[in-house]
């Protein structure tokens, strides 16, 4: 199942700086419903990387790879 990216937030500070970026998705097929939002953090970056240098393809690269560590410890 493909699960499309359904909205992408950039989080600022009182100066505009980025702080977080949250990333949603959701999907309907065959009577499932999957939706997902994942807040990135500054700690999820590489070092030396911020907020404001991740473009949208690299938030949802990096999104997706929280959620399926998610996947992988959860309890089946």
Known sequence: MKI???KITYQLD???VAKSIIVEYSTFDMN?????KVEILPEHLSE???IDE???KDA????????NNWLIGADA
């Open 4 to 6: 499309p990216m359904s």
């Open 14 to 16: 009182g100066e505009g």
């Open 32 to 36: 499932n419903n999957l939706t997902a």
């Open 48 to 50: 030396g990387q911020v």
């Open 54 to 56: 991740v473009s949208r």
């Open 60 to 67: 949802d690269a990096l999104a997706r790879s929280i959620i």
